[in-house]
């Protein structure tokens, strides 16, 4: 009988498992459940439907759905013909999906109802495009009387970034990049096939598709998958009590949103959880501690980091282990390096000094599709050069500190702005915030500039110059200098990736337009020019 560990794609994974699992739920979604051996009979179903019409091995494939079990059979169906799903998110505008589209070369595009306006439109667009598919069509075919063979250095996947610091690029990963990461991750997290993992993540993103996706198929746990959507988090805490979850995740924002929008009366029993991940933006000891302290829990919190030029895991905090914290307190390690995955720093002579992270392993991806250039610039010498920065303490923890291109250099300062979005998000009236250094010729270096979305967009004149004015101060005490603006703004004013992550670069862009004024709160632009803040 074959068995994971010798697998060499991923359809052999699913192959394997629904023969040894059987009717042992796979993916349960609004009370719909599928065993292991339904979901590898679904997708041989849609590969058959598939290839009847006209999907080749190689052909690049986009995924355009919402959460759902249909993106499972598509994604595993695409994979089993030897053809390269390309997931994208759903909130895309006409724009982004024509650029997208175009880029990977697409020749058809899986997608319902609700998205085929702009896709209609993004197809003028891209002249690859010849076919539209509905997923609700794809499932009454026979199972192929054969697949192809495929090597583990086949393409299996082509995962976009989410353009945090730029466009978004086309990450191509084959099997062997997929599996190498899977199976470390697996082996250091989800070691008993008992684990109930709960999950909100979007499938279009690599947490969620190959963490909590395709490793929950390695490990043969079962995942409860819910609504990528947490303005409300009740849902995501009565999952994890209703099925007893052992397992979940979320970045940052996730667990204060269970903080901000939960009442005190409101009690939600989540003692089975055992591993409650956190990466993907800056990790905030105050988060994880209020979150730990106000649901009854004590070091289930496992910070992460991976990126997906890396298929996903660099490195993990241990389960079970307490928090690890630098010896100032501002960072919280990541963990050490997954087996397999050697990390340095840039430039670093000693523990502790900070630089670029440079990431060696099997699951470092073959280059950006169809960007020569840009590969080039992050692959050297067998190192993957991620962008972020960091640094190893003398034990081999690793501790993110930002992003190269988030810097923010103010007479020569150089700042970070998870320092100054730490303090302004603490206060009640502000739902978020971002701070960016904006270039001014006339001082010869970088402004910093806060933006705070408010709660109450109504906010009385004098109660927003308050605010403003208690923000400057507060960053003043902790950091030893005043921003050189602090605006006040409204619900959705600051850009974010589809992951969540705040897109400094593009804000920086946006305070520089007319436009943005639309956005802004307090103060008001008048008539002579630009909004004024504290300099």
């Not at 070369?105 to 306006?117: C, G, N, P, Q, S």
């Not at 993907?280 to 496992?302: H, M, N, W, Y």
Request: charge should be neutral; include cysteine.
């Amino acid at each position: 009988m074959r068995r994971p560990d010798q697998a060499v794609t991923i359809p052999d994974v699913l192959a394997h498992q629904a023969e040894l699992l059987g009717d042992k739920p796979c993916v349960s979604l609004y009370g719909e459940i599928v065993t292991y051996r339904a979901l590898w009979e679904r997708s041989l179903r849609s590969a058959a439907q598939l290839a009847r019409v006209g999907i080749q091995a190689d052909d690049k494939v986009a995924i355009l759905l919402p959460t759902s079990i249909e993106f499972y059979d598509c994604f595993y169906g695409l994979m089993a013909l030897g053809a390269v799903p390309v997931p994208l998110y759903p909130i895309l505008g006409v724009d982004e999906m024509a650029a997208l589209l175009a880029d990977a070369e697409a020749k058809a595009i899986i997608t319902v109802d609700w998205f085929l306006e702009n896709v209609q439109k993004a197809q003028t667009r891209c002249p690859t495009l010849s076919r539209i598919i509905s997923p609700y069509d794809l499932g009454g075919a026979a199972p192929p009387a054969s697949l192809p063979r495929l090597a583990g250095d086949r393409v299996a996947l082509i995962q976009y970034t989410s353009g945090s610091t730029g466009q978004p690029k086309g990450v191509v990963l084959t099997h062997a990049n997929l599996l190498a990461n899977i199976r470390t991750f697996v082996a250091f997290t989800l070691a008993s096939q008992q684990e109930i993992v709960v999950s909100w993540l979007p499938l279009y993103h690599d947490m969620g598709l190959i963490g909590l996706g395709m490793g929950t198929l390695y490990a043969g746990v079962t995942v409860i998958l819910l609504p990528p959507d947490l303005r409300d988090p009740r849902p995501w805490l009565e999952a994890m009590q209703q099925h007893r979850a052992t397992v979940t995740a979320s970045p940052d924002f996730g667990y204060r949103n269970s903080l901000r929008h939960i009442s005190p009366s409101e009690t939600f029993d989540l003692r089975s959880l055992g591993m409650a991940f956190t990466g993907a933006e800056p990790i905030r000891l105050s988060t994880v501690q209020a979150f730990e302290a106000r649901f009854g829990l004590k070091d289930v919190t496992c910070p992460c980091y991976g990126l997906a030029e890396a298929t996903l895991a660099v490195s993990i905090m241990r389960p079970g282990s307490p928090l690890r914290l630098d010896g100032p307190g501002r960072f919280i390690s990541v963990g050490r390096p997954l087996p397999g995955i050697e990390v340095r720093i840039a430039g670093a002579r000693e523990p502790g000094e900070e630089g670029e992270i440079l990431v060696k392993s099997p699951g470092v991806m073959r280059g950006y599709y169809r960007n020569p250039d840009a590969t080039r610039e992050v692959l050297k010498d067998g190192w993957l050069h991620t962008g972020d920065l960091g640094f190893l303490d003398a034990e081999g923890y690793l501790y993110v500190t930002g992003r190269m291109k988030n810097l923010i250099v103010v007479a020569g300062r150089n700042l970070m702005p998870r320092d100054f979005e730490e303090l302004v998000d603490q206060f009640p009236e502000v739902r978020y915030s971002a701070a960016v250094g904006v270039d001014s010729e006339r001082l010869g270096t970088q402004r910093l500039v806060v933006v705070a979305e408010v709660r109450d967009e109504a906010i009385p004149r004098g109660a927003a110059s308050q605010l403003l004015r208690t923000i400057v101060a507060r960053i003043h005490e902790h950091q030893g200098l005043r921003p050189g603006q602090v605006l006040l703004a409204k619900k959705g004013a600051i850009p974010k990736t589809t992951s969540g992550k705040i897109q400094h670069a593009r804000l920086g862009e946006l305070l520089t337009s007319p436009d943005f004024a639309a956005q802004i709160v307090y103060p008001r632009r008048d008539s002579s020019g630009p909004p004024t803040g504290p300099g």
